[in-house]
T-cell receptor, first 113, second 114 residues
Framework: EDKVVQSPLSLVVHEGDTVTLNCSYEVTNFQSLLWYKQEKKAPTFLFMLTSSGIEKKSGRLSSILDKKELFSILNITATQTGDSAVYLC?????????????FGQGTILTVHP | NAGVTQTPKFQVLKTGQSMTLQCAQDMNHNSMYWYRQDPGMGLRLIYYSASEGTTDKGEVPNGYNVSRLNKREFSLRLESAAPSQTSVYFCASAWTGASGNTIYFGEGSWLTVV
């Protein structure tokens, strides 16, 4: 059965710290991996990764995928209180599960002033 | 551009009652999804529809039915609500292409079954 596991489940840091969130997956037909940020309501899109070793970057956030070792990391540098949220990773399946998008359980990040 | 619109936003049901959550998207997406989110469980896929006319079960389909009414609309029905179905429900849509998709979510529906 396809699955996505995120770690840690929760993380508490202070402003200015750098954090690394992990996402490992076991999937039959991998197409892409996505990262989302969820604050109070619906998740919002951060990154989509399809190729190994190519870093995606947006401001203080960056992410990379390792398709050989089946994991991805999301880095946040110089954290701010506004980064406090649940971070979700998900994978797109192909083949007979074309279109299916499966999420991990999320990492709760709390950034203190 | 409304994006993904789901109704109702809040609902309280008694055990055994039925209800339908409605979802519509105006982005001409081919794929639509229903997820539920419970504390510590992330987003769990209930059903998805990769294209108009098709629906498939996700991780937690028991107790639910879906209808892909047309390309825009994807409804979720609870035939006989149970307290275990108390959750936040998210509808979502995406254009699914060769390299995968980027999914867009509705604002969520908070459902309480008493």
């Amino acid at each position: 059965e396809d699955k996505v596991v995120q770690s840690p489940l929760s993380l508490v840091v202070h402003e200015g710290d750098t954090v690394t969130l992990n996402c490992s997956y076991e999937v039959t037909n991998f197409q892409s991996l996505l990262w989302y940020k969820q604050e109070k309501k619906a998740p919002t899109f951060l990154f989509m990764l399809t190729s190994s070793g190519i870093e995606k970057k947006s401001g203080r956030l960056s992410s990379i995928l390792d398709k050989k070792e089946l994991f991805s990391i999301l880095n946040i540098t110089a954290t701010q209180t506004g980064d406090s949220a649940v971070y979700l990773c998900a994978f797109n399946a192909g083949g007979t599960s074309y279109g299916k998008l499966t999420f991990g359980q999320g990492t709760i990040l709390t950034v203190h002033p | 551009n409304a994006g993904v619109t789901q109704t109702p936003k809040f609902q309280v049901l008694k055990t055994g009652q039925s209800m339908t959550l409605q979802c519509a998207q105006d982005m001409n997406h081919n794929s639509m999804y229903w997820y539920r989110q419970d504390p510590g469980m992330g987003l769990r896929l209930i059903y998805y529809s990769a294209s108009e006319g098709t629906t498939d079960k996700g991780e937690v389909p028991n107790g639910y039915n879906v209808s892909r009414l047309n390309k825009r609309e994807f409804s979720l029905r609870l035939e006989s609500a149970a307290p275990s179905q108390t959750s936040v429900y998210f509808c979502a849509s995406a254009w699914t292409g060769a390299s995968g998709n980027t999914i867009y979510f509705g604002e969520g529906s908070w459902l309480t079954v008493v």
